[in-house]
């Protein structure tokens, strides 16, 4: 049997259709922006395998120090136990968090890092013995993860129907989108002013999964501010978003009102490997110092703070502020902001969009926008083809590619999308 025909009798892949679906592609090595596939191709990855590549593949430094570590302290237990990689990197992400951020509390991937954000947010009411506070309020169509606390507070579509019964209640908030304003403010009021919420989560400015929609930080800002002035624990899931995504280290640094809970994740490593972090404010972990045993937080993994996975984010922590990559960002952001000003305007795009080093589009199809738009089963192997990783949210396209892109390579990226819409 070859690889492939190995791969197909023992492993199940996520987030595939296990009939009609593609065949898998054969990784051998991967190196800056390109996989090297096994017959001998060369594809740009440009949505960042996932969004969580930050400076290319198999980075040397990264590398150099996931080496370093495994040879020093590959994994020791997190309770009881510390370590100087997990001491690093808190010091490192405190520093560029806003300044009401104060610990630190690692975890092992985005979804677990919301499980513990949620966690946080009810037993901060539950340890002050206020039993009123048991909602959460989430927007319309977010995406949290995929562990269940992540998929209650995450849109109520495809990826959770079989689950629906088994998710805890939700108020969900639409979008602020085309002059709902004034709606979605006066239910927010109501909800927060009923005493009866415990946490309000979000993805600041860009929801990643809903096919990349953006929103008015303004507009979230007052929500924030609404809900502090009600004592309702804000929550940001920075998952997608932070580590210069956006053309700042955070969303949230758009806002002037701060969150009060950060959940990292994605970028944290570059890429390389799974770590989670949430970040919380010195109010929300005072709940928690008491001498009485119930009002710990018991939470907790087996491979919390891993050092190997935490010399990753410190060595990607140094590539990411160094000038070099800053100035990347901004390159890239500008060259996405005159991509989408030149092709907003075509025939066949719906809507495009831009914010930092995200753009995205929308296809005009027959069909609505949502992830199970059919397009997406033209569109994947059209840019494949070509040589390059799209993989659209249904008829959303988009670009988010690792920080050294050079200009030459996103050109050829915009070229296959432009021939794309000329295909049509
Ligand atoms: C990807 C993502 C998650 C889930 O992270 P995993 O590491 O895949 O569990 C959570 N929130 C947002 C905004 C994401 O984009």
């Avoid at 108020?171 to 919420?197: A, R």
Wanted: include cysteine; aromatic fraction near 12%; charged fraction near 20%.
């Amino acid at each position: 049997m070859n690889w492939l025909e190995r791969d197909s009798e023992s492993i199940w892949h996520p987030f595939t259709q296990l009939v009609n679906g593609f065949e898998h592609i054969m990784v051998e090595k991967a190196e800056g922006m390109y996989l090297h596939t096994s017959d001998g191709r060369k594809i740009m990855d440009a949505i960042s395998s996932w969004w969580v590549n930050l400076h290319g593949h198999s980075h040397p430094k990264i590398a150099e120090a996931v080496a370093k570590q495994a040879q020093n302290l590959e994994h020791v237990i997190f309770a009881g136990f510390t370590h100087a990689p997990a001491i690093e990197l808190a010091e490192n992400l405190l520093s560029i968090l806003p300044d009401n951020q104060s610990k630190i509390f690692y975890s092992d991937n985005g979804s677990t890092a919301n499980e513990v954000a949620l966690k946080m947010a009810f037993q901060y009411w539950y340890n002050k013995g206020n039993e009123e506070r048991k909602k959460i309020i989430a927007f319309d169509g977010a995406y949290h993860g995929d562990t269940f606390g992540a998929m209650s507070v995450g849109d109520r579509g495809p990826f959770s129907a079989p689950f629906a019964p088994f998710l805890f209640d939700v108020e969900f908030l639409p979008m602020p989108e085309n002059g709902n304003e004034d709606e979605v403010l006066q239910k927010f009021y109501q909800l927060v002013e009923s005493g009866k919420v415990a946490g309000f989560i979000f993805e600041p400015l860009v929801l990643g999964s809903a096919g990349m929609k953006m929103y008015d930080g303004r507009f979230l800002d007052k929500l924030i501010r609404i809900a502090q002035d009600n004592h309702v624990i804000c929550i940001a899931d920075e998952v997608f978003t932070g580590f210069g995504r956006t053309g700042k280290h955070f969303a949230s640094d758009y806002l002037a009102n701060k969150p009060d809970v950060f959940c990292l994740s994605k970028g944290l490593t570059g890429g390389t490997m799974a770590l989670g972090v949430t970040s919380c404010t010195e109010e929300i972990m005072s709940a928690y110092k008491s001498t009485d045993i119930m009002k710990t937080f018991f939470h907790g993994h087996s491979f919390t703070a891993n050092p190997i996975a935490c010399a990753a984010s410190i060595a990607s922590f140094k590539l990411l502020v160094a000038e070099e990559t800053q100035s990347q960002i901004e390159k890239i952001s500008q060259w996405q902001k005159e991509f989408h000003d030149k092709i907003s305007s075509h025939p066949k795009v719906l809507k495009s969009r831009v914010l930092g080093t995200i753009f995205a589009l929308e296809l005009k199809t027959d069909a609505d926008t949502s992830y199970v738009n059919e397009v997406r089963h033209k569109l994947y192997p059209f840019f494949l083809e070509r040589n390059i990783l799209l993989r659209p949210l249904g008829n959303v396209i988009y670009i988010l590619p690792p920080y050294i892109i050079k200009k030459e390579e996103i050109d050829k990226v915009y070229e296959a999308v432009e021939e794309m819409l000329e295909s049509l």
